[in-house]
């Protein structure tokens, strides 16, 4: 790798295998094209408070309110965290303890929910998240999913469909947030949804904070009741969660009248004690880290870049003569819809794979391949930008893209002369985390 950093020189020492292993992962990260919607690069300063002594550090509890001495340092980093993960979203409360977004959407249901209660959310498939109430996870288990999802037609939202549902159902909660919708969501129309059912309207922006960050898709804090998020993905902080709220709950009253906390007090008791023990502080150290980064010009820069980069992908794509989920993109991703192809969503992504370019199978709306094979391939554009591509290199990867589905009956000769392009490309670019100049 040009100007790779020789890192971990402890490690290396000590343990070779997994070292070379790690090693291995970073080389094929830098040589091959990382186009999983949910991946970015994370910096090195991240990396660094996140392999940083604060590992160590019990602290049960939060920050003025600790069941272990020795908090003075770790409760000025989680209060930094905090205010800065205010300024960031504008939210009236944050909590940065969730293990990870999964944990996070699990204390959202305990903060506002009975088990058993309606929720309304996604199915996975139409590209829900398994916590959103899909039946093998917690949430499909302990609580009734009402499903919704893109309209198979447009692959775009009806309002007009979801609030039927809504006002049939009469959910006490709905989620609103995707893994694979290309389009803008409209919070201020589920809200209004919301608000006419009395339901609890929940925002999960783990794949887009960053372009709602950069102005590039509507800011949900005014208009939910909470909001939910990862902290890496596109936002390149930690593996981490973190949630925003507001600080009184609206139905407090009708739901909650038998307790006396209010939503940030339940929101934060149902992560610690409810949930977890002692907070991850080189995790928080790190969203720390990332909520200062994501304020910066550059930051807004690469999720007004990562929008127009997908942007530029899908054209050349249609160009070619490719169908889209739904004809194109106002996000970070694009769903390749291969519903009139002679191959599978998965035969596109091993052989894409085979040629250096990552990504995922993923069911297009109007699907009528199985899940385990579906008929469309996710791409996202969040780790490119991050490197510093722009509407230029979307064009020759979009070449790529042809050449591999082309190709895809003798893909093994296709794909090494295709890779050995992509790791020269790749050379061009500085990697976060990886290569510096
Ligand atoms: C990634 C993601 C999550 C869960 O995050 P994990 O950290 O993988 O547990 C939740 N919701 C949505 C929409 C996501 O994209």
């Known amino acids: 790798m040009p100007n790779s950093v020789e890192r971990y020189p402890h490690l290396k020492q000590n343990d070779p295998e997994i070292y070379d292993l790690i090693q291995k992962q970073t080389v094929y990260e830098a040589s091959t094209l990382k186009m999983i919607a949910s991946e970015s690069f994370a910096s090195f300063s991240v990396m660094e408070a996140c392999g940083s002594t604060l590992t160590n550090k019990y602290c049960e509890g939060y920050p003025g309110a600790r069941y272990y001495e020795g908090y003075e340092f770790v409760d000025q980093i989680e209060n930094l965290a905090i205010e800065r993960g205010k300024k960031l979203f504008g939210a009236e409360h944050v909590n940065v303890q969730p293990y990870s977004g999964s944990p996070a959407n699990q204390a959202v249901y305990r903060s506002i929910l009975k088990s058993g209660d309606k929720i309304m959310g996604m199915p996975v498939p139409e590209g829900g998240h398994l916590t959103h109430g899909w039946k093998v996870n917690f949430s499909g288990m302990d609580y009734v999913q009402i499903p919704y999802g893109p309209d198979p037609s447009t692959g775009r939202f009806d309002l007009t469909q979801i609030r039927d549902v809504a006002k049939k159902e009469r959910p006490k909660m709905i989620w609103v947030g995707a893994t694979a919708y290309p389009y803008i969501i409209e919070y201020k129309q589920f809200a209004e949804i919301a608000n006419e059912i009395d339901a609890y309207l929940v925002a999960d922006i783990s794949h887009i904070n960053a372009i709602i960050i950069a102005g590039e898709h509507p800011d949900p804090t005014p208009y939910c009741d909470i909001v939910s998020s990862t902290s890496h993905k596109m936002l390149r902080g930690p593996r981490a969660g973190f949630l925003l709220s507001k600080t009184e709950d609206r139905y407090q ?98 052989a894409l794979s085979k040629a250096g370019i990552i990504a995922n199978f993923n069911m297009t ?73």
């Not at 999720?303 to 993109?329: E, F």
């Not at 996202?380 to 930008?385: C, K």
């Open 253 to 350: 009253q009708k739901y909650h009248a038998d307790s006396k906390l209010n939503l940030a007090k339940r929101i934060d008791r149902a992560v610690f004690p409810g949930l977890q023990g002692g907070p991850h502080m080189h995790a928080i150290a790190a969203m720390a880290v990332a909520f200062k980064d994501a304020m910066t010009p550059e930051f807004r820069e690469y999720g007004k870049q990562i929008v127009k980069n997908a942007k530029a992908l899908a054209a050349a794509l249609l160009a070619r003569g490719y169908d889209l989920a739904g004809g194109g993109t106002d996000t970070h991703l694009l769903i390749l819809d291969f519903r009139k192809k002679e191959f599978t969503g998965k035969d596109a992504a091993q």
């Open 365 to 437: 709306p109007g699907d009528h391949r199985s899940p385990f094979i579906t008929s469309g391939v996710r791409l996202g554009t969040p780790s490119l930008t991050a490197m510093g591509m722009k509407e230029p290199e979307m064009e020759l990867i979009a070449g790529w893209i042809d050449r591999v589905c082309q190709n895809i009956k003798n893909i093994d000769v296709a794909a090494p002369v295709i890779r050995a392009e992509i790791a020269d490309l790749c050379k061009k670019f500085v990697i976060p985390g990886i290569t510096q100049v």
